[in-house]
């Protein structure tokens, strides 16, 4: 983080004055960023405001613009589909809902990125899949089928879908919705070890900022096309707007 800044070491993922619109709808608006290894950054906002977008932005599924996007060193923006499968396999994406396979079961879910971009055998794969499946608590779930799982259960396998190559960059799209508080913990303590152990560089979209608080050491709210604010969450949660401190504060339960 800081130290990495000051030892001149490039961010894993920078975003730098990158504008994104549909059509005449104006997503983002010169939005800039950067996360570090080490470093998990949670962007918060209202529904709709362009928080998944953002995400699909950094492995190019949704094409900016203007502005740029280096992930891992490579330029994305313009990146040919050989520069782009590249960074994905240091990527692991998350996406909203889980966007799982529906016609295979989970642990061929799982082990599908291995299968793609690894040459393991079936017995190393059979193993890391397993795992990956114990760190989500669903050891005893991979040959049950997509549509056999509640919600929280498809997005836990997609999380696990989405650490299988253990990248260094993790972008996950609300990693606890559709969890219980303590399973939700769970999940952002796995986060916080991928930081703290492997120094995963992490976007997490999330408006669970109980969970998150652990975790991220920089939130940003986006609105409006922009970075309304940034900081962290106690600096958010006095900022002079009211969106960004009702997003930012921690209400009691
Ligand atoms: N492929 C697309 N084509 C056209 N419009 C899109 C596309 N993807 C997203 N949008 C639009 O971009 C805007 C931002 O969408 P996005 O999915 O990023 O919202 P979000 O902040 O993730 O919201 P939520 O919290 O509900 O998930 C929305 O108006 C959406 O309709
Ligand atoms: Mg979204």
Known sequence: MREE????????????????????????ENVSFEVYSGEAFCLLGRSGIGKSVTLKL?????????????????????????????????????????ALFDSISVADNVAFPLQRHTKKSGKEIREIVQEKLHEVELADEGKKMPSELSGGMRKRVGLA???????????????????DRITA?????????????????QVVVTHDVIGARELATRFAVLDGG????????????????????DLATVAEV
């Open 5 to 28: 800044r000051a030892n001149g070491h490039d961010p894993a993922v920078n975003v730098q004055n990158v504008s994104k619109s549909f059509g005449s709808r104006s997503v983002l």
């Open 161 to 179: 879908r989405a650490l299988v190559l253990d990248p260094p960059i993790l972008l996950v799209d609300e990693p606890s919705s559709g969890l």
């Open 185 to 201: 913990a769970e999940i952002y303590d796995l986060l916080l070890r991928l930081k703290q152990k492997r120094h995963v560089a």
């Open 226 to 245: 922009k970075i309304a604010a940034a900081g962290n969450l106690d600096e958010l949660a006095h900022d002079r707007n009211a969106l960004v401190r």
């Open 58 to 98: 950094l492995i190019g599924l949704v094409k900016p613009d203007s502005g740029r996007i280096t992930v891992d060193g490579h330029s994305i923006g313009d990146a040919d589909a050989a520069t782009l499968a590249e960074v994905r396999k240091k990527v692991g994406f998350l996406f909203q809902d889980g």
